[in-house]
């Protein structure tokens, strides 16, 4: 049994949408925001394509410097989510915030980014959950035949859809137990990280790894020598990819403890932490491997795919505590694409409940769990949606599925430069109030969304060439004699556009400007800003957030645009307009 329990105060607005508040604190919001990045996934099926491609060398030995390249727009756009998050803790994130800004197509292109990236990359996390989980049974039980299951594609993807089901389930069933599971899977995760990292140094700088190992050189995060066009932007693209998921941590912010502070919190802490253990993985990965295409070098076209597969055996050895470590590396990748699939379900069911909850797809999504609280549409939705797409992108070709890490790349560049862009539009007439809103909400934001749209531009043109991507028999996997990684990013976007128009014939209202209208930011009215030459997050201006939540009985608020006054009346949450 479901119901739509949502509630509207102030006028377009909405204050509640029946999801269960207060239940993650800043560490849970955190946890949330690393584990839907999957460090050991993510690393694992990406660090290949950004150290080469196809065989061919692309960033080498310089892949940690791209990778700290890829974190400064992350970092910049983790901003701008805690800045807007600050007017508006709503789940529908880069959805509601770009329509508040930009108006209500903008809006809806940004929702659809969210959810096409989303859909796109559980067909991934399937295949690397699905086949993990016969090579760890396998590995367990000394079976080989049950081992060699990880290499079928029937098994595989049978394994794949298992997975989708069972974390859809978990996140049916609600944001507490999807807290829990993800600390559990997070530590072990982690932690089997930097073993895996500490392990491979020591033998490099013991003398006892490969012969084209390599020591760490500084040289390796200073990447200015490559070329942007042809290798920083398709890498970074790649790169991009293993920082994403940070914005789940925001996507749960109606469930989170003190919602307009927590989420963006958490946002920023999430990235810094990933910075460190990508640096540090990634490093000893390239020392102990290479980057040469001959064994488990990186640059071996055959190892693109899963690096940590290729150099799990290498690097741990025969013995028994070899095989015991070998074990838990294949159980950190299991669990953390297990992981990515339940927080990848999270924030893309809120993305359509709030989208739903504003009339812009159909209001069946918007439906909530009574006892659960959790949406129930929007959930199974997105379990069935990504098994389908799963499926025919398997029957198609399996090897189509490799071009799918760049493509999300894309759409990743796409909607979270879009947020950069909004956070700027929707505090334009307050960026100049204070030094530290200049650069938070204006400067930072702006650097953000100008890189990430400079890297999309650039690398959808290496992307689109026919031989970017080949299959293990060097042939070019192509899409209408087009690079796939290309066709599936724009095309996705393509189709988003097309549905749009599609829902605006049934749904009118919303694209209208009726349930989400167009604004600015909100004040107190009478705010001393205050004065001098402080660092960029030393102050805090308040916000007031549109459903008035914030604003202290008494006080007034200011819609700087159109001059419009709010107050709260004594014991309610009504919305009292004054002109």
């Known amino acids: 049994m479901t119901s739509p329990s949502t509630t509207t105060d102030a006028p377009g607005g909405v204050n509640s949408k029946g999801l269960k508040g207060g239940v993650l604190g800043l560490t849970g919001s955190v946890v949330v925001g690393i584990a839907s990045t999957a460090p050991a996934y993510s690393l694992a099926a990406s660090l ?3 150290v080469a491609s196809g065989g061919s060398l692309l960033a080498g030995v310089q892949s940690p410097g791209i990778i700290l390249l890829a974190f400064v727009p992350m970092y910049f756009i983790a901003v701008a989510y805690q800045e807007l998050n600050k007017a508006e803790p709503d789940c529908g994130t880069t959805f509601t915030w770009a329509s508040r800004a930009f108006g209500p197509k903008t809006g809806w292109m940004g929702g659809w980014g969210i959810i096409a990236a989303d859909v796109i990359v559980m067909a991934n996390l399937a295949q690397i959950a699905g086949s993990y989980s016969f090579t760890l049974v396998g ?27 069972i974390m859809t389930y978990i996140c049916y069933r609600g944001i507490e137990i999807s807290a829990r599971l993800q600390f559990a899977l997070l530590s072990i995760e982690v932690l089997i990280l930097i073993v895996f990292a500490v392990w491979a140094l020591v033998r490099v700088y013991s003398g006892t790894a490969e012969s084209y190992s390599l020591v760490p050189d500084i040289s390796w995060f200073l990447p200015f020598n490559l070329d942007f066009g042809t290798v920083i932007a398709p890498a970074i693209l790649t790169a991009v990819f293993i920082y994403w998921g940070w914005d789940s941590a925001v996507s749960v912010n109606e469930e989170s403890k003190d919602p307009s502070r927590t989420p963006g919190r958490a946002a920023v802490i999430s ?42 055996p290498a690097l741990f050895g025969d013995s028994a505590i070899g095989g015991v470590m070998l074990a838990l590396l294949y159980i950190s990748i299991l669990t953390s694409a297990a992981a990515s699939t339940q927080t ?38 997105m379990g069935v949606i990504s098994a389908v797409f799963y499926l025919v992108f398997t029957l198609i070709s399996p090897t189509l599925l490799s071009a799918l890490i760049g ?28 030094f530290r809103n200049f650069i938070m909400r204006g400067v930072i934001p702006l650097l953000g969304g100008l890189m990430l749209t400079a890297v999309f531009i650039f690398g959808l043109v290496q992307y689109a060439l026919p031989d970017w991507l080949t299959d293990e028999d060097d042939n070019n996997v192509t899409i209408f004699g087009i690079g796939a990684v290309a066709v599936v990013g724009i095309g996705s976007l393509v189709i988003g556009f097309v549905l749009m128009f599609v829902v605006r014939w049934r749904s009118p209202a919303f694209f209208k ?23 960029p997050d030393s102050e805090e201006t308040t916000v007031v957030a549109r459903d008035l939540s914030n604003l202290p009985t008494g006080l007034i608020a200011i819609d700087l645009e159109s001059g419009e006054k709010y107050s709260k009346k004594k014991g309610s949450r009504d919305a009292d307009p004054r002109s």
């Not at 999300?408 to 960026?431: H, P, S």
Request: include cysteine; charged fraction near 10%; proline fraction near 4%.
């Open 139 to 165: 590995k367990l039980f000394g079976n080989p035949d049950i081992a060699a299951l990880s290499s079928d594609v029937f098994w595989s993807t049978v394994a794949g859809l298992a997975w989708i089901a």
């Open 407 to 434: 493509s999300v790349g894309l759409l990743i560049a796409f909607y979270y430069g879009l947020t950069g862009y909004a956070c700027i539009w929707f505090y334009r007439k307050t960026l100049t109030s204070t």
């Open 48 to 50: 290949g394509f950004i």
């Open 344 to 381: 990848t379900i999270l924030p893309t069911a809120r993305t359509a409940l709030s989208m739903a909850v504003y009339r812009a797809v159909p209001a069946k999504f918007a439906k909530i769990h009574p006892r659960f609280l959790t949406p129930t549409w929007s959930t199974v939705g």
């Open 513 to 535: 400007g009726q349930t989400l209208e167009k604004r600015s930011d909100l004040i107190l009215l009478g705010e001393k800003y205050p004065t001098g030459i402080r660092l």
């Open 271 to 312: 990235t810094l932490l990933l910075l460190v253990t990508y640096a540090l993985v990634a490093v000893a990965t390239i020392a102990f491997a290479g980057v040469g295409t001959d064994g488990v070098g990186l640059g071996n076209p055959e190892n693109a795919n899963d690096v940590f597969s290729a150099i799990g």
